[in-house]
C-alpha cells in the first residue's frame, strides 16, 4: 500500500545540453496525452508532485531528458515504453508540463506566509 | 439453567419497579419522532390478509387462564451489571435476534447510560467507530454483534484494530442450544464457534456457559485487552443465558470480580541500561516513532527523551507521539545514523531497507543503515504474536531487542540515559540539537515552498486544503481524526500538533472502509471535551458504509467533514496503471474499476439525506475557506457538518 512513486533523481538525471535537438512539441496534445495515460495519477493535475511523484511542472529536463527517464526510470516509477507511449508523444507531454505555471513563492501565499512566520 | 417462570395473565409479572422507571427516563430524539411518522405516512405496500384462524385468534377474547412467559429478572440484566462495572461509556451496535435479550435490558434495566447505546448501520461501522474512540480515549467502547453474520460483517475492521494494536470489546449473541433456535433464520443466524472466525486477528475469546463464568470472563477479557500489546477480545453472549431468568440458586451468589489492571510491561532493567550507554555514545542517534504514546503522558516521554539525547524523531504517523514543530521533529535520516531506536515500530524492516523499484527484475532487499549503526527495539509486538495473518511483517535483523511496551519504558530509558550524560557530553549534544534544528527548520520549509504548488489548481491540491483548513481550525481546540496517508500526509507538514488527542494515526492493517466510522467513533470521544474534530474523509472509503453520516446525525455528534473527493480508488488506479506499464499495454485503460466517476457522486447530497448540513463539491480553491468556516459554525453548535471538495490525487 505504501510504495511509493518517488522521482527523486528525476531533476538532477539529464539535463542534457547537447541533445536539445528535438523538434518542438504539441502542448495541447501532450495534455490529453498527460491525462490519457494517468501522469496526473502520481504527479497532480498540476503536475506538482505528491506523496506518489515527484513535481514535474515547470519541468527542468529537455525532451530527450524526458524520454530517457520515462525509458528507465531511476526511481520507483514504473518503466513506460515506446510501446506505450512514444517519444514523440512525450515530447509532447514535455511541452505541456512546460506550460504549467510554477508557484508563486510561498511568502506571496498569505496563508502560506503565515506559517513561515510561526 | 432455570427453565422459564409461567404464569397467567391474572398475574402478570412484567418489569417493575427500577428498570421500568429507568425507561421512563430515556427521552425520545425529535429525529427519532420524525422518523416514526415519516413510518405512518409511508405509502403502504400491500401486504397479505390475515387468514379466518390468524384474525380468531386475534380478535377472540382470550381464554380465562393463559400461560405466558414474562420473567422479571432476565440473565441479560445481569449481563448489564457486568458491563457496567467496566466502566463503558458507549455500546455500538446494528440491531441483531441474537443479542435481543441484553439489548432490551442495556436501554431498560440499564436506562440506557453507561453505556448508552449508538445505532450503528453496519458491524463494520460499529468496531471502526470503537477503533477510533479508543485511540482518543485510551478505553475500549463495548461493541455488541451478531455471532455470525454481524460478526462477518464486522470482521475485516477487528483486523484493523488488532493490526494497530488497539482494545476492542466485542459481545457477539449465538443460540447455542438447538431447542431455543424459533426459525430456520435463527438455525443460519448460529454458530458452534462464534469467535473462531476472528479467533486469527484478536487477542483472547471465551463463551461462558454460565452467568458466574460471563462475569468471570468478561472481566478478563477487559483486562486482557487493555495489556499492551492491547488487542480487540471477543466474548459471546449466549442468547438463552440472555432470555431466561437469573436462575433461583444464583441470585444469590452471583458476584462480579474486581477488575484490575495490569501494569504494562516494561524493558528488563539491564537491556534498558544497555540501550542507554548506546544511544548516549552515540553521535548521531535517531529515534523513530511507531505507535509509542497511548496517552499524553507518552508525548511528554518523548519530548524527554528526544531532548535528553538532543536525537531527532521520525515519526511514521501510527500516533501522536511528537510535536511536529519540535526542533528534533523529523530532523534526521535513519542512512546517516549510528544507533538507530525504534519505539513500537511495527514495521521496522521496512525503516531499515528498501526494495528493488517496481521497474526492476526480481524483489531484491538493500540495508540502508551505515554498516557499523546498531538498531535497537522496544516492541511490544515481541510479547505475543499469531501467525496466520502477516501484518508482523518481516524479520529484521537488530542488535538489541527489548520485549516490552515502549511508553511504561520510556521513563527508566530516560533515566538511565541523564545518569550517563556528562557535562562535557551534555554540550556537545546541545551543539547536535542545535544543527538539527537548523535541519528541521529548513525541511518545514521547503514543505511549505511545496505546498505553494497548484496552489490555485482545480481540483483543489490536497495542501491547499489542508491550509484552507489550518487556517480556520488553529484558534481552536482542534483533533484531526482521520489519517493523513492518502493527502500527502499534508497536515502532518503544514500543522501544529503538540497535544495527543490531536492525531489518532490510519487503519491498522490498511483495511479501507475505516476512515468514516473511526472518526465519528473519535468525534464522540472528543465531545464531552468540546473538542473541534476534523475528519478528512476519502471518497472511496465513506462509500463502504455511509450510513455512519447518519449516526453521526442521529447521535448529535459534532466533527467537520471534508471530503477528499478524489473521484477514484486511487490507490488501486495507480496499481494498475503500474501492471499495464509494465505489460506494455493499455495504460491509458487504469481507470475501468477504479474510477468513482461518470456520474460522480454528489457528497453534499449524500450528507444531506443523512441528515447532515453540508455544501459543495466545490472545485474553486478560492471558495474554500469560506464553506469551511461556515460548517464549522454548525460543528461548534454541536452538530456534525460536511464540506465536499474535489481534489487532487493525493
Not at chain 2, 213 to 236: C, L, Q
Not at chain 2, 284 to 296: D, E, Y
Not at chain 2, 298 to 304: E, H, W
Not at chain 2, 537 to 549: E, F, I
Request: aromatic content about 8%; glycine content about 8%; charged content about 20%.
Amino acid at each position: 500500500m505504501h510504495r511509493l512513486f518517488l522521482l527523486a533523481s528525476l531533476a538532477a538525471a539529464a539535463i542534457i545540453p547537447g541533445m536539445s535537438q528535438t523538434p518542438a512539441g504539441d502542448a495541447a496534445n501532450g495534455k490529453r496525452l498527460f491525462l490519457r495515460d494517468g501522469c496526473y495519477e502520481c504527479h497532480g493535475y498540476a503536475g506538482q508532485g505528491g506523496r506518489d511523484g515527484a513535481r514535474i511542472a515547470a519541468i527542468a529536463l529537455n525532451p530527450q531528458g524526458l524520454i530517457r527517464y520515462v525509458r528507465a526510470p531511476g526511481g520507483a516509477m514504473p518503466a513506460y515504453t515506446d510501446k506505450v507511449i512514444t517519444d514523440r508523444e512525450l515530447t509532447d507531454i514535455h511541452a505541456y508540463l512546460q506550460t504549467l505555471p510554477k508557484a508563486k513563492p510561498a511568502k506571496d501565499i498569505p496563508l502560506l506566509n503565515a506559517l513561515e512566520k510561526k | 439453567m432455570a427453565k422459564s417462570k409461567k404464569i397467567s395473565v391474572d398475574r402478570r409479572g412484567f418489569l417493575k419497579g427500577a428498570a421500568a422507571g429507568a425507561a421512563a427516563l430515556v427521552a425520545k430524539p425529535e429525529a427519532a419522532k420524525a422518523q416514526e411518522a415519516a413510518e405512518v405516512h409511508r405509502p403502504a405496500t400491500p401486504a397479505p390478509l390475515p387468514g379466518a384462524k390468524q384474525t380468531a385468534s386475534e380478535t377472540a377474547p382470550p381464554p380465562p387462564r393463559l400461560d405466558v412467559w414474562t420473567t422479571d429478572r432476565p440473565g441479560s440484566d445481569f449481563m448489564v451489571d457486568v458491563v457496567k462495572t467496566l466502566g463503558f461509556e458507549y455500546v455500538a451496535a446494528n440491531p441483531g435476534s441474537a443479542f435481543r435479550g441484553i439489548h432490551e435490558s442495556i436501554i431498560n434495566y440499564g436506562g440506557n447510560k453507561a453505556p448508552e447505546l449508538l445505532t450503528c448501520c453496519h458491524e463494520e461501522s460499529s468496531i471502526a467507530m470503537a477503533h477510533g474512540y479508543a485511540k482518543i480515549e485510551g478505553k475500549p467502547m463495548l461493541v455488541m454483534a451478531h455471532g455470525t453474520v454481524g460478526l462477518q460483517h464486522a470482521s475485516m475492521a477487528i483486523y484493523n484494530a488488532y493490526a494497530d494494536r488497539v482494545p476492542i470489546y466485542l459481545l457477539l449473541g449465538n443460540i447455542q442450544d438447538v431447542a431455543w433456535r424459533r426459525s430456520d433464520v435463527e438455525w443460519a443466524h448460529s454458530v458452534q464457534d462464534a469467535a473462531s472466525m476472528v479467533r486469527d486477528y484478536t487477542k483472547w475469546d471465551d463463551a461462558p456457559v454460565s452467568l458466574g463464568h460471563f462475569a468471570e470472563s468478561a472481566v478478563r477479557a477487559y483486562k486482557i485487552a487493555m495489556t499492551p500489546p492491547m488487542e480487540p477480545v471477543v466474548i459471546v453472549a449466549d442468547a438463552v443465558m440472555q432470555e431466561e431468568p437469573i436462575p433461583t440458586a444464583d441470585r444469590g451468589r452471583l458476584t462480579i470480580p474486581k477488575l484490575t489492571l495490569a501494569s504494562p510491561p516494561a524493558g528488563d532493567y539491564g537491556a534498558v541500561k544497555q540501550a542507554a550507554k548506546m544511544l548516549v555514545d552515540a553521535e548521531n542517534p535517531v529515534i523513530i516513532a511507531g505507535r509509542v504514546a497511548r496517552t499524553p503522558e507518552g508525548v511528554d516521554l518523548m519530548i524527554q527523551l528526544a531532548e535528553t539525547l538532543q536525537a531527532p524523531v521520525l515519526d511514521r504517523h501510527f500516533r501522536m507521539n511528537f510535536p511536529t514543530a519540535h526542533p528534533l521533529y523529523n530532523a534526521g535520516s535513519v542512512g546517516s545514523a549510528d544507533v538507530v531506536l525504534g519505539l513500537e515500530v511495527p514495521d521496522m524492516w521496512f525503516v531499515t531497507h528498501t526494495q528493488t523499484p517496481v521497474n526492476r527484475m526480481g524483489m531484491e532487499a538493500k540495508r540502508i543503515t551505515r554498516t557499523d549503526a546498531k538498531v535497537i527495539t522496544i516492541f511490544a509486538g515481541d510479547l505475543s504474536g499469531k501467525s496466520n495473518y502477516q501484518d508482523f511483517g518481516r524479520y529484521d535483523e537488530v542488535d538489541l531487542a527489548i520485549a516490552a511496551d515502549a511508553q511504561a519504558t520510556l521513563p527508566l530509558l530516560i533515566e538511565e540515559c541523564r545518569k550517563l550524560i556528562t557535562t562535557d557530553r551534555k554540550s556537545a549534544l546541545k551543539q547536535r540539537g542545535a544543527k538539527l534544528a537548523e535541519v528541521s527548520k529548513r525541511n518545514r520549509e521547503r514543505d511549505i515552498e511545496q505546498a505553494a504548488w497548484a496552489w490555485d489548481a482545480s481540483p483543489i491540491s490536497t495542501a491547499r486544503m489542508a491550509a484552507e483548513l489550518w487556517n480556520q481550525i488553529k484558534t481552536e481546540d482542534w483533533s484531526l481524526v482521520s489519517d493523513v496517508t492518502f493527502v500527502s500526509w499534508w497536515p502532518r507538514r503544514l500543522w501544529d500538533f503538540d497535544k495527543h488527542y490531536q492525531f489518532i494515526g490510519g487503519h491498522g492493517a490498511y483495511g479501507i472502509g475505516y476512515g468514516a466510522p473511526a472518526a465519528v467513533g473519535a468525534a464522540l470521544a472528543n465531545k464531552k471535551h468540546g473538542r473541534i474534530s476534523v475528519n478528512i474523509q476519502c471518497d472511496g472509503d465513506l462509500n463502504y458504509a455511509p450510513g455512519v453520516l447518519w449516526t453521526a446525525a442521529h447521535h448529535r455528534i459534532p466533527m467537520l467533514n471534508i471530503m477528499h473527493n478524489n473521484r477514484a480508488y486511487h490507490q488501486e488506479l495507480m496499481y494498475v496503471e503500474d501492471m499495464a506499464a509494465r505489460a506494455r499495454r493499455g495504460v491509458d485503460r487504469a481507470g475501468i474499476g477504479t474510477a468513482i466517476s461518470d456520474p460522480n457522486i454528489d457528497y453534499a447530497m449524500m450528507a444531506k439525506a443523512y441528515g447532515m448540513f453540508s455544501e459543495g463539491p466545490i472545485d474553486n480553491p478560492n471558495d474554500l475557506g469560506p464553506a469551511i468556516q461556515r460548517a464549522l459554525e454548525v460543528v461548534k453548535k454541536g452538530e456534525p457538518a460536511m464540506i465536499d471538495v474535489v481534489t487532487q490525487p493525493r
